[in-house]
Every structure is written in C-alpha cells, then in structure tokens.
C-alpha cells in the first residue's frame, strides 16, 4: 500500500491511505452441532484524493500496479465534488494496548470448546429447546496514511461470541439471544448460557397484562435500541445541515440531571477503542451529555468544518449497524464507545421496588419512528412483567412509545449500579456500555 500512497502523493494535490487488515476466527454451531469453522482475511485500503480543490474516492484491493492506479484515482478526482476540508496532520496519538494475551491465545479450538459447553448447557435443561452459537476472534490492523504527514496504525484483537435459544411449544414460539464482547474475555459462553436458561424459564410463561401508563425498566439491550432516538441528533453532519433538533440547543438541560453520555474510544474493554479514528484524527473521551447538559457533537473532519470547529474523532468506516470496519464503505460520523455512567442503586432493589410494570430487553421495528425528532416506538419482542418486584412472566403482543428528550428528562426514576456491553437489535451489535434504567408513565399498548 506504500507503493500505492507513495504515487498517489506525487499525482495529486492531496490524499489519505486507510489500509485494513482483518483477521476473523470464526465458528458456528446450529441447532447444537458444529456447522462452521473458519478463518476469514480481509485486506485492502480505502483512499480519498484531491485534484483540482475536488475530492475523488476509491477502493484498492489490487496492488499490481499502484502507478495506474494513482493516476486512475487522480482522473476521478478530478470529476469529484468541491472539497471542503483538510486530511489529517501528523499529530500525536495517545498509545492505547487493545491486545490481551488471553484473547490472543485464544484458538479455534478452544472456542469451539466453549461454544459445545454453552449449547449442551442449553439442551440439557430441555432437549426440545434449538441451541446456536457463534463466537469471533477477531484482529483488526489499521494504518492511515496522509499527504500532510500523518503515518498513524494500531492493532485491536477482541473475541465477541452470541447465544441464542428457540422453543417451539403449543401457542408459544420464544427466541431468545445474549452477546458478549470484549478487548478482555467476556463473561464465560456457559455463564451466559446459564442466563438463557434463567430467562427461558420466565419467558415460556405468558402473561396477560393491562396496557397503559406505567413504570418501565429499560434493560441495556432494550437502551441501546432506545438510544438510536438520541445519537442522530449529535451526528454533526446533521448538525451541520440543520436537521437534528439539537442544532441550535448546546449548553441545555436536556435530560435528568443523573444522566451523562460518554463517547469514550480508550475504554479499556471496548471494542471500538482506537488511538485515531479512521480519518486519522486522534480521538478523545468526551462527554455529549454531562448531568443532563448537551456538551458536545460527534464529528468526522467533512462536519467539523461545515461547523467550524475541530473535528472530534468520530470519522469511522464501519458497516451500518453492525458496526465492524470495512475499507469498503466510506466515513461517516459514528460514535465509539457509547457508555451512560450508571446510578447508585442495585438492580435487584430496582425490580423489587416496582409494583407493576415492565421489563423490557428487545423492542422489533425502533427504525420506523422519528429518531432523529427523539420518537421511538416499536413491539416488545422481549418483556417481562414484573408483579410486586418479581418477574411473572414474559408479555406479548405489546408495544412501547415515548420520545427520549422527554422521558429520560421528566420521567427517570433510577439506574442501576450494574452496567452490561450491549448493541442494537437486541444486543448483538454495537458498543454500548450501560446500566438498567427505571422509567415512570411510560405507554405501553397491547392486548390484556
């Protein structure tokens, strides 16, 4: 990729290298039996250059002949769109360690190992429940490389592993899911198989309930979805161009003075860590909302000069969602590390306190409402009610709505002292470390 960045130099007014090299151990067990075991590679760079103030963009996996290649680059430039910012500089980055040697001697072996405990703990408390698991070691090796000097790369190893259970039974069809992930090993597979179980039992008894008003307690699975209401609105680039709410609104009390949100990439344990992101712009631990108060937006260098000021880290290549790099998208703002610092009070003490109410871990359809106006709304793919601080059993048929900015500032009643890694969709992607939160009038409708 030198060669390639090297002519790329010499032909263009300007340009930025990201180079990715990803290692992925990968193994799959389907109902209880091994189907998968691979290593999958994946290399190749992502490169941006200006010729004539416009930018042009374009993906290298060949590297047969970087001087064609620079020239082709160059062409296309040249019919790009104007150019409104500068790549990165050679400035320092922080020196973070995002490799563990327990993950590093981690083999397919052992996670195979691993993943044949989980799902034999499944089937042994009821053969008639599908047991899949799928565990990934994966190693990211990431270089970026500008016209203006910057020469930056790390490397970030993590093992993340998911377990999900089905049990078919007369008028009840129950899935469930739990992920794990970390720069450090996780929680055990056959510890959070034990936690499937634990919620099978519950979950195989429906209960009816009566819609309404009430108090809801938001686990970290459901949060992460919730959140999507949020993180739109600090994207710069909507920011930028008016759309977010939020535009106009920095410095105000937006939510419960006992939430922060923080965008940390230097987390220890998260999996999104980096020194730089992939602009080549060091990254930072910042807060977005500190005790309730908007702080700051999360920016790639394109936004933060759109805005006039300095970018803030947040330029990442990583598939939508699902939130891995790939040198085969392009950047766009995204958060890193998304943590709300937790509360004081023991979740136990939280449930026992709630009379009646929900208990909500997935919510199906969140992408439908007005995220970015903060509404969110979508069917309790997961719920449980929860009678005189005991969870009862699982609730079906039933849907929550709210907007965030209003139930997180006038209806927050405590978070818990625990806090989990999560993701969107139910926990299995994304980065998001967070408590348990208990709401108050929240709407749940549905069928008694």
Request: net charge negative; with cysteine.
């Given at each position: 990729m030198?060669?390639l ?14 180079e ?10 389907e109902?209880g039996?091994?189907?998968n ?8 760079a992502?490169?941006r250059?200006?010729?004539?103030g416009?930018?042009g963009q374009?993906?290298?996996s060949?590297?047969?002949s970087p001087g ?22 050679a400035?320092?980055?922080p020196?973070?360690?995002l490799?563990d040697?327990?993950i590093?001697?981690l ?19 009821d ?6 698991f ?5 190693l ?5 490389m500008t016209s ?11 093992f ?5 259970a ?10 469930l ?9 996780p ?15 519950i979950?195989?008894?429906?209960v009816s309930?009566k ?7 938001f ?8 959140l ?12 930028a ?6 535009s ?13 949100i923080?965008?940390?990439p230097w987390?220890?344990d998260g ?10 712009t060091?990254?930072?631990r ?8 908007l702080?700051?937006?999360m ?7 759109a ?12 598939v939508?969602f ?17 943590i709300i610092?937790?509360g ?5 003490r ?8 929900i ?5 199906n359809g969140?992408?439908l409402?007005?995220?970015?106006g ?15 601080g005991?969870?009862?059993g ?9 907007n ?6 006038d ?10 890694w ?5 926990g299995?992607?994304?980065?998001l ?16």
């Amino acid at each position: 990729m030198k060669a390639l960045f090297d002519s790329l130099v010499k032909k263009t007014d300007s340009a930025e290298l990201f180079e990715l090299d990803s290692t992925v151990n990968l193994i799959i067990f389907e109902s209880g039996h091994l189907k998968n075991l691979n290593t999958l590679n994946s290399k190749g760079a992502a490169v941006r250059a200006v010729a004539g103030g416009k930018l042009g963009q374009a993906i290298v996996s060949d590297m047969r002949s970087p001087g064609e290649t620079a020239e082709r680059i160059r062409k296309l430039a040249e019919q790009g769109d104007p150019v409104s910012f500068k790549f990165s500089d050679a400035a320092s980055v922080p020196t973070l360690n995002l490799v563990d040697d327990r993950i590093a001697d981690l083999g397919s072996k052992e996670i195979v190992e691993l993943g044949q405990e989980a799902v034999e703990a499944i089937k042994a408390y009821d053969s008639n429940v599908t047991a899949d698991f799928i565990g990934e070691r994966t190693l990211d090796r990431v270089r970026v490389m500008t016209s203006r000097g910057a020469d930056l790369h790390f490397e970030r190893l993590f093992f993340s592993y998911g377990i999900s259970a089905e049990l078919i039974e007369p008028q009840n069809i129950l899935r469930l899911g739990k992920y794990a992930k970390g720069i450090t090993p996780p929680k055990t597979p056959l510890e959070t198989a034990r936690d499937v179980i634990r919620d099978l039992r519950i979950g195989r008894n429906n209960v009816s309930f009566k819609p309404g008003r009430m108090p809801v307690l938001f686990a970290p699975s459901a949060m992460s979805d919730v959140l999507m209401a949020f993180t739109g609105s600090v994207d710069g680039d909507l920011v930028a161009k008016g759309v977010s709410p939020l535009s106009r609104r920095m410095g105000e009390q937006l939510l419960d003075p006992r939430i922060s949100i923080l965008d940390d990439p230097w987390h220890p344990d998260g999996i999104m860590s980096a020194p730089f992101d992939d602009e080549g712009t060091p990254t930072f631990r910042k807060p977005l909302i500190e005790k309730g108060v908007l702080k700051q937006f999360m920016t790639d260098r394109k936004s933060a000069a759109a805005l006039d000021i300095n970018p803030s880290g947040n330029g990442y290549r990583a598939v939508p969602f699902e939130r891995y790099k790939s040198f085969g998208v392009g950047i766009s703002t995204e958060f890193s590390n998304l943590i709300i610092e937790p509360g004081q009070t023991q979740l136990d003490r939280l449930r026992a306190g709630i009379r009646y109410g929900i208990e909500i871990h997935q919510i199906n359809g969140i992408l439908l409402g007005d995220l970015i106006g903060g509404d969110f709304s979508g069917s309790l793919e997961i719920a449980y009610l929860i009678e005189n601080g005991e969870r009862t059993g699982r609730v079906k048929n039933a849907m929550v709505a709210g907007n965030f900015f209003k139930i997180f500032k006038d209806q927050l009643v405590d978070m818990s002292a625990e806090q989990q890694w999560s993701g969107t969709f139910g926990g299995c992607s994304g980065s998001l470390l967070l408590p348990y939160i208990l709401t108050d009038g929240v709407d749940i409708s549905g069928t008694d």
